[in-house]
């Protein structure tokens, strides 16, 4: 659910419709991350063309076994973007793009998400946060989800100061999900990097490519970040200048 384009739709039936302060947040925050978007793809396009000797999933096979984690499993997932780590079923998932491709951005990937397998094994404080975060933010998604379905029939949430301020509590939970997960992204890949270049997996030229594409993968958070917190900011002005 894009929360920007719900709450638009909340503003749509309001009295004073959009805010000229609300659309510069939201176009903003569009442009920038369309452009780290375009960077990020441009980047992962030339870095696949340039292969290395393993393929993804024996990158990831190889971080696990020299970090003494005997426990997660390296399996293939289907789609693009869908590499993730899962410390409940302790799995590295990559992409069928990942998986079976030997090229720099297919081995810096496995090796980010190998780097949240080590964060797991090492209690990494950041991890366990957002892991405990994760069921108040799947409320906070069901409880927007339900305001989205509310407001079809015609209930804003600048109905009623009370239902601002639920909303802007709701928005912070996300927000604050946002902020913690950059930490833990960032470790990732300064982890993944420093394996890279110990392990001797790819020559210096290489290593640079891999840690220009985890950058901008690591920017992708920040913008999304950045844009969370200026809504956020933007909508408890916005309650607290409502009154009752």
């Known amino acids: 659910m894009n929360l920007s384009l719900l709450f638009l739709s909340q503003i749509q039936h309001t009295p004073g419709g959009f805010s000229m302060g609300y659309l510069l947040i939201i176009g903003g925050s569009m ?66 793009s990942v998986y079976s491709v030997n090229s720099v951005a297919a081995a810096a990937v496995a090796a980010h998400e190998c780097g949240h397998a080590v964060q797991h094994q090492q209690a990494y404080v950041w991890l366990g946060l957002r892991s405990k975060l994760v069921p108040a933010v799947q409320f906070s998604s069901k409880m927007l989800n339900f305001v989205m379905i509310a407001s079809l029939f015609g209930m804003s949430v600048f109905s009623s100061p009370s239902l601002l301020w639920g909303w802007v509590a709701l928005f912070a939970v996300t927000t604050l999900f946002s902020f913690v997960t950059l930490p833990v992204e960032f470790d990732a890949s300064r982890r993944a990097l420093i394996w890279m270049e110990s392990s001797g997996i790819a020559a210096s030229m290489e290593h640079e490519k891999a840690r220009n594409a985890l950058f901008w993968a690591a920017m992708t958070y920040v913008a999304a970040a950045i844009g969370s917190l200026a809504q956020l900011l933007y909508y408890l002005m916005m309650a607290l200048n409502r009154r009752d």
């Open 31 to 96: 442009l920038v991350s369309f452009l780290i978007s375009n960077t990020l793809k441009r980047r992962f396009t030339e870095y696949s063309q340039i292969p290395l000797r393993y393929t993804g999933a024996q990158v990831a096979e190889m971080m696990l076994r020299q970090n003494g984690i005997t426990d997660v499993k390296v399996i293939s997932t289907e789609g693009q973007l869908t590499d993730h780590y899962d410390p409940a079923k302790k799995t590295v998932n990559l992409s069928e």
